[in-house]
């Protein structure tokens, strides 16, 4: 015992020996015990050691690969969690970090990514960011929430390669809104297993896109996420994917594609002006096709049993369909180049041999709702409508027709005087008529939308006192217009009325308590004073001046203006309306107040690639909504107090 305790005693005596060395050597108490001691150093230098054996592990890789071959591309090779990808990898050879890093440590699995040949950790952990740059490792390069939403940075921009070849880091769950919107030089996208949602907008404007490998079980494609992708020609769609968005692929070059079998529906424009789509596969569990929904030379369509909702819209640029295989569905009807729903009460498709070479046109008794686009067909001078139709689109109908017959027994319209009307409830649906005068008679309440499609030639055009509403799109074609004259009743005129035609005056009677035109732009009123921004009437040669003294700029109130490309809102202006600034390609940026308090959803969606900026006076996240529908996301949202 007597020995134990001289042993004891001599160590404890050579233990404060060394504290007292390393006393007088300059080393405090704390730095030994506290948490920068002994253990919290030699944690660190464990740490870095780790990160430098991982770092030169894949130099040694890097190396092999450059033997076997001497023109591997060391820019393309990414690897984490569950990924190993690089140029000219076989097809069939499998791998992730682990084959790159064997003997990485559970922890790293998560954190380390090789990215463009270059190793990156993504951590909060103190002792490894002080570790990784020490080693010249990158920390947090990348803008990734901790929910894996990889965020629209132009920091994320450096995952492109020099071959414009986008690999993404594991680490990623979903592709946010604009990510890669827009971008130049991006040929290639991997996406990997991680990957469970690809973002509105995410891939929208790319000119140079060629090719999209999915990897994983994706789940959604939002909207827009490759529209105008114009070079996009090869991607695959996993059955895992069961939601696709509005306008996703429209416009790109794919030629062929099998919708996934989980997906209920084929939204608006989803493969919309698809120029080279010769083959689409529609598999069992779709529901629904919406309007305008596939666009390219596809010949024939193949109905699976579960569809039961197709928009007489949905096939209209199919321009060269000329069958559709209904064999195993038994809600449509495909007979004599014509697609009816089960009941025939509506023809939903009309292939062009069966309106070829026809110069009227009747629609077959019992058809009671007619929305099929004959538009293009300018031999036709003659519509017969017959006695059970219920409803008609003027947007349908070519601008040739010169008479439209109503067949005895229809209790819906009337066609007198180059004017069709719903006699039930005082619209008016289509103006043929080819007078260059024209008023239209007491009793008409409403204007249906493209309801002067047909009658592009009046210049002067008169309503009536009873009119009360003006449908978006209903003074469309009006090129030759001198003169539009409403009256004091009308109370409610939709902001699109007459996109991109800026002819002509419209003039609004004085005594109109709901609106008014000063320096051709439109304004609601309220309380007899301008309130609202409804639309503005001619086409803006680079910025507009707007008028302080207005409280609000209207939903789609800037709607197509090409030639918009700057604007400052001045201070008072305190709401932005929904879609105000949809489709104003050439707008490159918006300044907007302190004073506005709100800005609506898609405020600058669809078409606006251009936009640059978006500087808001304010203090960050004081407008909730961002980026709002900016197709390049929140890379172009600007704060400054």
């Known amino acids: 015992m007597k020995t134990k305790e001289n042993k004891g005693v001599t160590l404890i005596a050579l233990a404060v020996t060394i504290i007292i060395m390393l006393i007088l050597a300059g080393v405090t108490i704390s730095t030994l015990t506290g948490n920068s001691g002994i253990s919290s150093n030699a944690n660190q230098a464990r740490i870095q050691n780790e990160l430098a054996q991982y770092k030169e592990q894949m130099k040694l890789y890097l190396a092999e690969k450059k033997v076997e071959n001497y023109d591997f591309f060391i820019e393309s090779l990414n690897a984490g969690k569950e990924s190993l990808i690089y140029d000219g990898k076989p097809d069939d050879e499998k791998g992730n970090i682990k084959t790159i890093i064997p003997n990485i440590a559970d922890e790293y699995i998560e954190c380390l990514q090789i990215i463009n040949g270059e190793l990156y950790i993504k951590t909060k952990d103190e002792k490894k960011i002080k570790a990784a740059q020490q080693l010249g490792i990158q920390v947090n390069p990348f803008d990734i929430t901790d929910d894996g939403e990889l965020l629209s940075t132009k920091a994320n921009l450096k995952l492109i390669n020099g071959e414009g070849t986008l690999a993404l880091p594991s680490l990623v769950s979903k592709i946010g809104m604009g990510a890669f919107s827009g971008v130049e030089g991006l040929k290639t996208i991997i996406i990997p297993s991680s990957v469970k949602e690809i973002g509105d907008y995410a891939f929208s404007y790319n000119k140079e896109i060629e090719r999209v490998v999915i990897e994983g079980d994706l789940k959604r494609i939002g909207h827009y996420a490759f529209d105008q992708a114009t070079n996009l020609r090869e991607i695959n769609l996993p059955n895992s994917i069961s939601e696709i968005g509005i306008f996703a692929f429209r416009n790109t070059q794919i030629s062929e594609v099998t919708v996934p079998k989980n997906v209920q529906t084929i939204s608006v424009l989803t493969f919309g002006n698809c120029s080279k789509l010769k083959k689409i596969v529609l598999q069992e569990g779709l529901k629904t096709i919406e309007g305008n929904a596939i666009g390219g030379p596809v010949e024939s369509i193949s109905l699976p049993s579960t569809v039961t909702s197709i928009n007489a819209q949905a096939f209209i640029d199919c321009y060269n369909l000329i069958n559709i295989d209904v064999s195993k569905n038994n809600n449509f009807i495909f007979e004599s180049g014509k697609l009816y729903n089960k009941n025939r009460t509506e023809i939903v498709f ?209 709607y197509g203006q090409s030639g918009l490309k700057e604007l400052v809102i001045p201070e008072g202006i305190e709401k932005i309306e929904a879609s105000a600034f949809t489709n104003c390609p050439s707008l490159l940026k918006i300044e907007i107040p302190k004073t506005v308090k709100s800005i609506g959803d898609s405020c600058f969606s669809d078409n606006t690639s251009s936009l640059e900026e978006i500087l808001i006076k304010n203090k960050e996240n004081s407008i909730t909504g961002a980026p709002w529908g900016a197709a390049k996301g929140m890379k172009v949202v600007q704060w400054k107090k």
């Open 350 to 558: 009309i292939t062009k041999k069966a309106l070829a070479n026809q110069n009227v046109f009747e629609i077959n008794d019992g058809v009671e709702y007619f929305n099929t686009d004959i538009s293009s067909y300018s031999g036709i001078k003659k519509l017969v409508i017959p006695a059970s139709l219920k409803s008609i689109s003027a947007k349908i109908l070519p601008s040739s027709i010169e008479n439209i017959e109503v067949k005895s027994g229809n209790t819906n319209f009337i066609s007198e005087n180059g004017i069709l009307y719903n006699k039930n409830n005082g619209q008016l649906i289509v103006c043929y008529s080819k007078n260059t005068n024209v008023t239209i008679q007491e009793g008409i309440k409403s204007i249906s939308s493209y309801a002067f499609k047909l009658s592009s030639g009046i210049k002067e055009l008169t309503f009536p006192e009873s009119l009360e509403t003006i449908s978006g799109h209903s003074l469309d074609y009006m090129y030759s217009i001198q003169n539009i004259n409403m009256g004091k009743n009308v109370k409610s005129i939709d902001s699109v009325f007459r996109p991109g035609n800026y002819s002509g005056n419209i003039n609004i009677d004085s005594q109109n308590p709901y609106y008014v035109v000063e320096n051709k732009i439109l304004y609601k009123k309220n309380n007899g004073k301008k309130d609202t921004l409804v639309s503005v009437l001619y086409k803006i040669d680079g910025t507009i001046e707007l008028d302080s003294k207005v409280k609000t700029i209207g939903y789609y109130s800037f």
